[in-house]
């Protein structure tokens, strides 16, 4: 029973490779820009060619494919077990600022978010666990 077990969850990682492969495949030659969505119609072929090389759009689909799959550096994890969970990075136009695990989460705008810095400055994600006590937060 349990050889049948573990060899079910060996075959598991190929299948995930190959979907991922499959859906990055069909979303990559998917009709549409991703550069000219991001930049607009009026953007300049210098300014989309810059963003192109930012984002690795440049590069072949396969190597665009491996760092789609990018796996955390084992060193990162090493130096700080908890620090890659307790200290996210954040993405977009936020960064992280405070994390209170089980009250609240705060982020800030990014100054150098490459769309211009988000208009507003901070939010905060307050966790309250009660119906009740959520309306009476409003």
């Known amino acids: 029973m349990w050889k049948y077990i573990l ?41 989309q060619e810059q963003l192109r090389e930012e984002l690795g759009l440049d590069k072949p689909i396969l190597v665009q494919y491996a760092n789609y799959m990018v796996i955390v550096p084992k060193a990162v994890v090493e130096a700080d077990p908890d620090g890659f ?17 089980g009250n609240y989460c705060k982020i800030k705008a990014y100054d150098d978010y ?11 994600f307050r966790i309250i666990p009660e119906a009740s006590q959520r309306t009476i937060a409003l």
Not at 16 to 43: E, N, R
Not at 89 to 97: A, L, S
Not at 114 to 124: D, V
Request: charged share 20%; glycine share 8%.
């Open 7 to 47: 060899k079910r969850i060996v075959m598991i990682i190929p299948v995930l490779i190959g979907v991922t492969f499959f859906v990055y495949m069909v979303l990559s030659l998917a009709p549409g820009d991703p550069v000219q969505t991001i930049l607009g119609d009026k953007a300049t072929e210098e300014a």
């Open 85 to 101: 969970l307790e200290h996210p990075i954040g993405c977009g136009p936020y960064e992280f600022e405070e994390w209170n695990h």
């Open 114 to 124: 490459f769309l211009g810095k988000a208009k507003t400055e901070n939010i905060t």
